[in-house]
């Protein structure tokens, strides 16, 4: 059987080859279907999303459908509240995962594997497990309702310090490091005017994968946001799926707009976003 | 040239520490949040699990309970339907993302660069995208009379070229996707296959890529066929990568919220038919408002997950690893 199929022409061989490919094909248009499907229906009437036959032209419903999203939800509000997150989210993350990083890469200073071993030992603990302890904190600490407990509690993630750490130890010289601070650099100095700078491509993976978490998160908006002006963008959504009659063409509509940030900047740097994305995992 | 600065004021100090000091600095924002938001919760919720209380009525009302938090939540069955429901998706949307994602990677490093990176970015796109978001758009599509799934079942059934295999669709419509208790967890099975399985085959991929081509080039030469080649030596080779991408289902499954929380409307479905362990326990943390019970199910949870993490290495932790 087996020597039969290799024996089978290089053109059966090649056939198959395109098959697969076709198959492959269609699964990308598969897996892609559900976003044009929700830009079209936001494009629908309640009418036309109602009638039996299967369009996939737009329709003419846009304007209507987006004065309906308005009324349903502080849209622009929510989107604004999720930009605000997800943007002091990431810069902060930035610079203290940056910092974390550094230091253990760096230095050496008593407690230092002990920290480690904690830094390490906490990427094991499932996000779930900390839900109830994370919203218990937040009421302490008398910050229910507000932003900064959406953002604050998740910029230092160990994930990411560990990132930072591995990149510092592999492609920053300590020689470096060292003449600086022969040269009468101070200690922030030297990480802020030579390390910073040479973290870029670090920088870059850390921020793609905390926006896209912060911009992302339900979960945690979910048990402490409780006014709507405060919702971020997750949270409007999802509170208008229990609406008698759902306007189902504004709420794609503010489901596509609310994607739209994420899919631009997708189309342009997929390659980033997927080795971002994937770092952790693929050099764990 | 000295270092001896003279009467620093404390802002000077702090951006220009002694060496010795540097290091703890550097780290404070990462100790203070994970203290704060990491280890005292932490234990404090171990210590919750032991008490009853509502967090509206403050802390006062605490009070100690033993293990009658663990030996409530054991004793609900809904917590063993929510139990059953968790590891059932679990396994399902879990062994199908697998069992695609690495022929598919298998194909993927056989094509040209260009049209391998369209459908990488293709098949990934829905890792990034908001989870909400995409379930919004899955709710719409798996909506009984409006939904574009039942409206392409019935479309078929009334073709002349597939209307054969789908006679049966007339007597079965409309199809409660999310209504009906025996649907809807392949219906939420589905939505995460969805969603996962672009991660997945983006590891497998890298895994695929590491594997030098000669060897296949030599095997190719002693005439091993395509199927050969994939059995005995991507396969094996791969074992690393899927060993962890596997752990990663595990972890990442057992914990399952928001597709489900979505899809359902947060109610769990029918008779609880789709409620996973983690909306279980929001419900009655937040809802039911007993956040003893609630910290003792997320122990009960987390003890789940590492016991079949567990399992999982030492059934294939060794070959897993390559038995380095």
């Not at chain 2, 122990?299 to 070959?319: E, N, P, S, V, Y």
Request: with cysteine; glycine share 6%.
């Amino acid at each position: 059987m087996r020597n039969r199929i290799e024996a089978l022409s290089p053109y059966v061989v090649r056939a198959m080859m395109i098959v697969l490919m076709g198959l492959l094909i269609i699964s990308a248009l598969m897996t892609v279907f559900p976003f044009f499907w929700s830009a079209i229906l936001s494009t629908h009437s309640r009418e036309t999303i109602f009638s039996t036959d299967i369009t996939l032209m737009p329709g003419d419903a846009l304007a209507a459908n987006y004065a309906k999203l308005l009324e349903i939800m502080p849209f622009w509000q929510a989107m604004f509240n999720s930009f605000y997150v997800a943007f002091l989210g990431t810069t902060v993350s930035l610079l203290f995962c940056s910092m974390g990083g550094y230091a253990f890469a760096v230095y050496r200073f008593k407690g230092k594997n002990l920290l480690f071993g904690v830094l390490v030992g906490s990427m094991m603990v499932p996000p779930v497990l900390s839900l109830i302890p994370y919203y218990l904190t937040v009421k302490f600490l008398g910050l229910m309702d507000t932003h900064v407990a959406v953002w604050l509690p998740f910029t230092a993630t160990p994930f990411c310090i560990f990132l930072v750490r591995q990149y510092v130890v592999a492609s920053i010289p300590r020689e470096l490091l060292e003449s600086a601070r022969m040269d009468g650099a101070g200690e922030f100095t030297t990480y802020w005017k030579i390390a910073l700078p040479l973290m870029k491509p670090v920088l870059a993976t850390v921020a793609i994968v905390q926006f896209v978490f912060f911009w992302n998160n339900f979960l945690s908006p979910l048990v402490v946001l409780n006014s709507t002006e405060n919702y971020v963008i997750t949270l409007a959504l999802r509170s208008v799926q229990n609406l008698p009659n759902t306007p189902w063409g504004a709420v794609m509509l503010g489901t596509t707009i609310s994607m739209l940030p994420i899919l631009l900047f997708y189309s342009v740097s997929s390659k980033q976003i997927i080795s971002g994305m994937t770092s952790g995992a693929v050099k764990g | 040239m000295t270092h001896e600065t003279p009467k620093q004021g404390w802002l000077a100090r702090l951006f220009n520490p002694p060496r010795g000091s540097a290091p703890y600095l550097f780290l404070m924002p990462y100790i203070v949040l994970f203290l704060v938001f990491g280890l005292f919760p932490l234990l404090f919720s171990i210590y919750l699990s032991f008490h009853i209380w509502n967090p509206i009525k403050g802390l006062d009302s605490m009070e100690y309970t033993g293990f009658e938090n663990y030996v409530l939540a054991w004793g609900d069955p809904v917590l063993w339907k929510a139990l059953y429901n968790t590891v059932w998706l679990a396994i399902t949307s879990g062994l199908a993302q697998h069992l695609v994602a690495i022929p598919t990677a298998c194909v993927l490093v056989a094509l040209g660069s260009r049209l391998r990176h369209w459908l990488t970015s293709a098949y990934f796109l829905p890792y990034v995208t908001s989870t909400v978001a995409v379930s919004l758009v899955f709710f719409s599509m798996y909506s009984p009379n409006t939904g574009i799934i039942n409206k392409l079942l019935i479309a078929l059934s009334e073709s002349d070229l597939f209307g054969w295999a789908f006679s049966w669709v007339p007597d079965v419509m409309p199809l409660r996707w999310l209504e009906d208790t025996f649907l809807v967890k392949p219906a939420v099975a589905f939505l995460v296959f969805w969603k996962y399985t672009g991660f997945n085959i983006v590891l497998y991929t890298t895994g695929l890529m590491t594997i030098p081509r000669d060897l296949y080039e030599a095997a190719r030469v002693d005439g091993a066929s395509a199927f050969r080649r994939f059995w005995h030596i991507s396969l094996p080779l791969l074992r690393p990568f899927i060993f962890f991408a596997v752990t990663l289902t595990i972890i990442g499954n057992l914990q399952l919220f928001e597709e489900p929380f979505i899809l359902t409307r947060g109610t769990g479905g029918v008779g609880h038919s789709a409620e996973t362990i983690s909306m279980y326990l929001f419900r009655i943390g937040w809802e039911y408002l007993d956040m003893g019970v609630a910290s003792a199910i997320s122990w009960m949870l987390f003890i789940l997950i590492g016991i079949l993490t567990a399992i999982h290495f030492k059934l294939f932790g060794r070959q897993g690893l390559g038995e380095h």
